[in-house]
């Protein structure tokens, strides 16, 4: 359960930022892990949740939407 809410509190810090450095930064972890953990993210769940544009990165539809 530990790394699930991990891996969302991830996914939910680089969907701030849209940027895996600027993201990294503000976990305090490197771009490569970070990129691993999103990429296990997605494999778990068997979805896409970001899509590449040459250096950027947005969120696909399948982003977690927050309830009011």
Do not use: C, M, P, W
Request: cysteine-free; glycine content about 4%; aromatic content about 14%.
């Amino acid at each position: 359960v530990f790394l699930l809410l991990n891996y969302l509190y991830y996914f939910n810090v680089l969907g701030q930022y849209q940027h895996y450095g600027k993201a990294a930064e503000e976990l305090h972890i490197t771009q490569s892990a970070l990129n691993q953990t999103i990429a296990k993210l997605e494999e778990d769940l068997n979805v896409r949740l970001f899509e590449k544009r040459g250096r950027n990165i947005f969120l696909t539809s399948y982003k977690i939407r927050k309830h009011d």
